[in-house]
């Protein structure tokens, strides 16, 4: 079921998404200030690229303040703008019965995409 599903989401939208976080990615690796976060666009592309069958789940050693300030940089550089695109597209998905699971997997992704190094994906 999951491999339908991903191929479902691959098709309507999740493949230009992964594409644009692997863009920031990359320009976010040219500089060695923007490498953490740029790692993290690596990692968000690799779950918005294939959704399904990953769980988002808080990380079991936290680095402490460097964790921390690194989300609220990735929160004013972008990430609550990343979170509410997931959950715009979360709430028009759910309107819909056959979007349900769709919508289910943005929520996923608004998790991710707000604090992002503080979180870890079980493949």
């Not at 690799?46 to 808080?58: H, N, R, T």
Request: glycine residues 10%; charged residues 5%; hydrophobic residues 60%.
């Amino acid at each position: 079921m999951n491999l339908i599903g991903n191929l479902i989401w691959l098709v309507f939208g999740g493949f230009w998404s992964a594409l644009g976080y692997l863009f920031g990615g990359f320009v976010l690796c040219l500089t060695i200030v923007g490498l953490p976060w740029g790692l993290q666009c690596f990692k968000l592309a690799a779950v918005v690229l294939w959704p399904f069958g990953k769980k988002i789940v808080p990380k079991a050693s936290s680095t402490g303040c460097l964790s921390l300030f690194a989300n609220i940089v990735w929160l004013l550089c972008g990430g609550l703008y990343t979170a509410f695109v997931h959950l715009v597209f979360a709430a028009i998905l759910f309107i819909t019965i056959i979007g349900i699971p769709f919508a289910r997997q943005h929520v996923k992704l608004m998790e991710l995409s707000f604090m992002p190094f503080s979180r870890d994906v079980i493949w």
